[in-house]
């Protein structure tokens, strides 16, 4: 079965630090990977998404992710942090091409994101 | 495209209230999932429909729970009777198999049960 593993639950950076959040999967076969963020009050906003091709992805908001086949990771990064980046961000696994799931996706369980000005 | 659309945004109820949550997915997807969220809990899948036909209802809690689509374009989530541990905030996504499956959540309902 697919699994998404978040490792850390809470991250605290300062305003303008580099951020980087760490997301690790196990999956039959190469996936489609996803990273999200939910600002209070608000629903999951699609970051960016990986599904072939060049390994590092941008995304909105000025992240990127890199897909690491051999560490089966798939981190979200950013250079410098705002303070309206404080949010919960989750990443997901989802089936390929050849899958049969109708587009099921497996969560992890998120990371808070609190920014320090 | 005006993107997943829930109503209510927000809902308070008493206890062994019947409560209806709609969800309108975005034109064109074929898929619709059903989330809720809690403090304790997380993200949970609660059930999905692929072309209006549920696919998998395994993650509804109970059999005060149900779902419908009855066409492309609205979903309901059904809870009845309602109790306080029902409280949380429901999702509604819907994605097409023709853009990989991609998610799009809608704002989610607040749902607050006395």
């Known amino acids: 079965a697919q699994s998404v593993t978040q490792p850390d639950i809470h991250i605290t950076v300062s305003e303008g630090a580099s951020l980087e959040l760490r997301c690790n999967y196990s999956y039959g076969a190469t996936p489609y990977l996803f990273w999200y963020v939910q600002s209070p009050g608000q629903g999951l906003q699609l970051l960016l998404k990986y599904f072939s091709g060049d390994t590092l992805v941008q995304g909105i908001k000025g992240f990127e992710a890199e897909f690491k086949r051999s560490q089966s990771s798939f981190n979200l990064r950013k250079p410098s942090v705002h303070w309206s980046d404080a949010a919960e961000y989750f990443c997901?696994?989802?089936?390929?091409?050849?899958?049969?799931?109708?587009?099921?996706?497996?969560f992890g369980q998120g990371t808070i994101l609190t920014v320090h000005p | 495209d005006a993107g997943v659309i829930q109503s209510p945004r927000h809902e308070v109820t008493e206890m062994g209230q019947e409560v209806t949550l709609r969800c309108k997915p975005i034109s064109g997807h074929n898929s619709l999932f059903w989330y809720r969220q809690t403090m304790m809990r997380g993200l949970e899948l609660l059930i999905y429909?692929?072309?209006?036909?549920?696919?998998?209802d395994s993650g509804m809690p109970e059999d005060r729970f149900s779902a419908k689509m009855p066409n492309a374009s609205f979903s309901t989530l059904k809870i009845q009777p309602s109790e306080p541990r029902d409280s949380a905030v429901y999702f509604c996504?819907?994605?097409?198999?023709?853009?990989?499956?991609?998610?799009?959540f809608g704002p989610g309902t607040r749902l607050t049960v006395l």
């Open positions: 429909f692929n072309n209006n036909v549920p696919i998998d």
């Open positions: 996504a819907s994605s097409s198999s023709g853009g990989e499956h991609t998610q799009y």
């Open positions: 997901a696994v989802g089936p390929n091409a050849g899958g049969t799931s109708y587009g099921k996706l497996t």
